[in-house]
């Protein structure tokens, strides 16, 4: 996945810090057998139809990406 740029990478520098919040986030929005994210598509809970990957698992991707960056340079 890429690194979303803009607005969102302030967000995504915060959420690197958060390893719990990370995992969570990539475990509860994962596809359906159509494709779609069963969180994202719950009525209530967000967009319904919304495909996978959905926003909120991408945001969490690229932080675990930011975690892993920082990572390998603390080595």
Known sequence: MTRPRGSWTSFVE???TRRDMIERLM?????NDDGLC???TTPGRGTPQTA???SLWT??????QVRVKRKTRAC
């Open 52 to 54: 996978w990957p959905c």
């Open 27 to 31: 475990a509860d929005h994962l596809p």
């Open 14 to 16: 915060e959420l690197a």
């Open 59 to 64: 945001l969490a991707d690229a932080a675990r």
């Open 38 to 40: 069963v969180e994202c």
